[in-house]
């Protein structure tokens, strides 16, 4: 059973598709990446997820119930932090924990003190005075304290210092570990890279790819750093090589995945004395599908 199944889910503001077609699905103890930049449909897919808003066409299935007319039953078992967010301004951040755990009908308080102490989080000052960061230090605390089935983070980090980001980090692996799943939107590619999975890509409303880092590889290039005793005199006209560079004596190139059998063998003929393959990020996988200005 999937915990989370998207089947040709359409979404359209008047005319315009806002989503438009996409298919998806989260598994038991998965760590699932949504990555694309905005506008892309991200946000809208969440909320068609969590029932907050009604699909024009396709299904939803979350737990093998409709997203929209079970969610107060799906809601039961899942958690959501949004990227922006907004509390009560009267309340202390401590208060608004207690709050949204009471709604759920826990009374276990052990894991709130844990989690208050890693984010490192004053609960006694009213929310009116948090940052942004600590605004999404008490929804992460909420959320990651509530025993839920399948957590679903819309940009959790967004505001956290590189310190903070870590701790979630930890917190995510600890959830897996328990065998939980989590569908993390995410615009911090290293930090999805680390997490999840499995990853989807979304343009302009449509899933372009979905696949594990390793299956999704194939997209872009790797860099090259090699050092050769013979001069790579025609390195820059074998194909799938681009960018070449030579820096005090170590040539560096991007090479396509495809052509890298072919240009190992050119490199091992010029007696290599030195080589480094770097794989490419997911950095490199979402600039190879949006380009540096749309990304």
């Keep these: 059973m999937n ?123 009213k929310c009116r005075t948090y940052s942004k960061g600590n605004r999404q230090k008490v929804g992460l605390i909420a959320a990651l304290a509530s025993e839920a089935d399948l957590y679903i983070l819309d940009e959790p980090t967004s505001g956290l210092d590189p310190l903070m980001e870590r701790v979630f980090q930890e917190c995510i692996m600890d959830l897996k570990a328990e065998g939980k ?19 989807s890509i979304i343009k302009n409303g449509k899933i372009i790819e979905t696949g594990s880092m390793k299956e999704l590889r194939h997209l872009t290039r790797s860099l090259v750093s090699v050092k050769t005793k013979l001069p790579l005199e025609q390195i820059d006209q074998l194909e799938g090589v681009k960018d070449v560079r030579l820096e005090d004596g170590v040539y560096q190139f991007q090479v396509d995945a495809k052509q890298i059998g072919e240009v190992m063998t050119y490199l091992a003929n010029h007696q290599i004395e030195y080589i480094e393959n770097m794989p490419p990020t997911l950095e490199d996988l979402f600039m190879h599908h949006y380009g540096k200005e749309e990304a």
């Design 3 to 125: 915990v989370l199944e998207v089947k040709d889910l359409v979404k359209k503001y008047g005319d315009f598709p806002a989503i438009n077609g996409i298919n998806l699905e989260v598994k038991p103890g998965e760590v699932y990446g949504f990555i694309g930049p905005n506008g892309a449909g991200k946000t809208t897919t969440i909320r068609t997820v969590l029932g907050i808003l009604k699909a024009n066409g396709g299904e939803v299935k979350v737990f093998e119930q409709d997203a929209w007319s079970d969610a107060v039953k799906i809601h039961e078992r899942i958690a959501y932090v949004p990227g922006d967010v907004n509390l009560w301004s009267n309340l202390t951040g401590g208060e608004v924990i207690d709050l949204f755990l009471r709604l759920r009908g826990q009374k276990n308080q052990d894991k709130k003190y844990k989690l208050i102490e890693k984010f490192d989080l004053d609960v006694t000052k």
């Design 181 to 199: 799943s989590i569908f993390l939107s995410s615009h911090i590619l290293s930090e999805v890279e680390q997490l999840c999975d499995r990853i």
